[in-house]
């Protein structure tokens, strides 16, 4: 029965009659959701009302207000939009958002730790080739010739504690750089550090990868991609690639963003509060370094190069270059239309292969000096740091431009033996491949250790593997000498790296050995015997089976009528018989060229992490690259 309406008025509660059905009341979580949503309409009318700053004023509130952006999209929103808006400037701090400053200063106070005495560092940038290079690689010859980069005392500048994470793993970086490059009669003992040498430097590239260049919130920034490339240096010269790539594709990914690929890029901001213009490096510079670690690197992987865009190899560009700098940008530019050639085939794979080949044979003529080109001796260069470091860059630029010769011409060379169409293409890389193992010899004659160099190292292992296998043929006018002289050669390559493995217990001159020493019988049998089978071991890739053939004699050269460098696309394209056969596949004995397409399928547990260091993967890939370009559908 229903209470009287009176009683109801009584108690100033509403009437409802009887034939509607009651609303229940609304939840008061929908009461709290409107007045957010209406405080948010609020703040969004103030924001829009309250102008904000431009970028060129760099305002210091702007920057307290860019600290908050990452909550924008938390639930607390509203909240924190309120009190941006209410506190007072002065009283703007990051105490509610600590984590960013918070994690720069526990940053900065460990690399900090790490440095040794200014004595020890001075020293260091005493002795070292390696000085002058970290302080003058982002700058132009012009640039150079300004005093644009900084003196070489500052490399015994400790920055204060203080610093931005960046400025400080930038000098460690530097000094580790430095370290790796000392000339081989350094003795490290005489520097006082608390460990030895290999392992400071290792030590400082270990924490600042950790700690700096794989956080992004240090390396965007001048310094932080400073960092990225000296890092990315660093890993390629001691051989590890693979991590090198990655280093050097996330520098190429920052300077994208930075705009420093563009003609008209301006400044790089500096978190340097002293920072002056005066040492101000070159975004050309910058973008040049970035593209020829990554060019070399990702051909010799065979992974696609991360940028096309060549500015830094035109013609205005090279205006003020000194010679060698003009080589080393040419050189970028050729990897990567390799690396494009690559992915051609037919005649049009090889027009372009014959274009490259006249744009490197006129880069060597860059060279006024004929006596540039001679084999340096390596015994009067390592008299000091200076000469060391002269000679060290010559021999290297030498052994860059020859082992481009040989991934340009390695997809011909066992091609069409029995026409001997691409006679050219062989000679050319048989005798890059020579030129590449006489200066591996010199030069590890004198740089006995693994710390540096490593460029060398996989460059001869290609260039003994090519000079062996470019015997698999018919012979040509002076075949028996050049055997001879090539069989030597390659002996005393093996021999080497034999012996620095067992000094330095370095397993990529152990296997490259062991690789070198398999490929010898191709050269040791008999003119006019067929030699046995060779069975080359790859290690996670399988064995390759090369079945020579009896070796042809001599009267064979008569038969070569003609060296035409232009394919018919009607021949029947024949090459040595090469096999590959891996526990991963079905088959047991197949073509390499159908395994090299690898699937994940075939990447079994037998395979080493994608970025493993040389001492779990000592060839990082290389002898992969290798046999899938020799044994490629190109032609």
Known sequence: MSEPPAKRRKRETSCISQEYVPTPPSAPQDKRLAQRLGRLEELMEKLVEKPLPSPESEDPALERFTQHTADVFESSVVDNAQQILDQPDAAIVTHKFPSRSAKATHVSAQLHALFPSQQILYAISQQSPGARFVLAMFYSQQDQIDGKPEPLSS??????????PAILAKRLLQLAVCLQQMPPFFDGSTLGLSKSPRETMEEWIAVTGRLVTSDDDFVGCLEGLECLILQSFYQSDAGHLRKAWLTGRRALNMAQLMGIDRKSAK?????????????????PVIWFRINCNDRYVSLILGLPIGSRDNSF??????VSDAPSDKLGKVYAMMAGKIADRNELKGSEAYVLTQSIDMELEKAYKMMDDGLWWKLPDMAICCGTADASGDGMSVIKLQIRHFSLLILLHLPYLLR?????????????????????????????????????????DYSALVAAMTLLLGYLGWRWPGYETEKEHDRDLAEKTQERMQEMGALNNDRLCIEAAE???????????QSGTSGENVHLNVPFLGTVNINPGPTPPASTASMIASNSTTPSGNVDMSQFPLSFNSPNLGSENCDLSTTCAFTPDVLDSNWPCFTADPEDWALQGVDTTYWTMLNSSIA
């Open 155 to 164: 490399l015994a500048q400790i920055p204060p504690i203080t610093s931005h």
């Open 515 to 525: 690789t070198i020493r398999q490929l010898l019988p191709i050269v040791q049998r």
């Open 313 to 318: 190899a035109e013609d205005n560009a090279l």
């Open 416 to 456: 069409d033996r029995g026409q001997r169409r691409y006679e050219y293409n062989r000679a050319t890389c048989m005798q890059a491949s020579r030129d590449v193992l006489a200066r591996f010899i010199e030069y590890r004659n004198c740089f006995t250790t693994s710390v540096s160099g490593r460029h060398v």
């Open 267 to 283: 400044s790089i901001k500096s978190v340097d509060p002293s920072f002056s213009n005066k040492h101000r490096p070159s975004p």
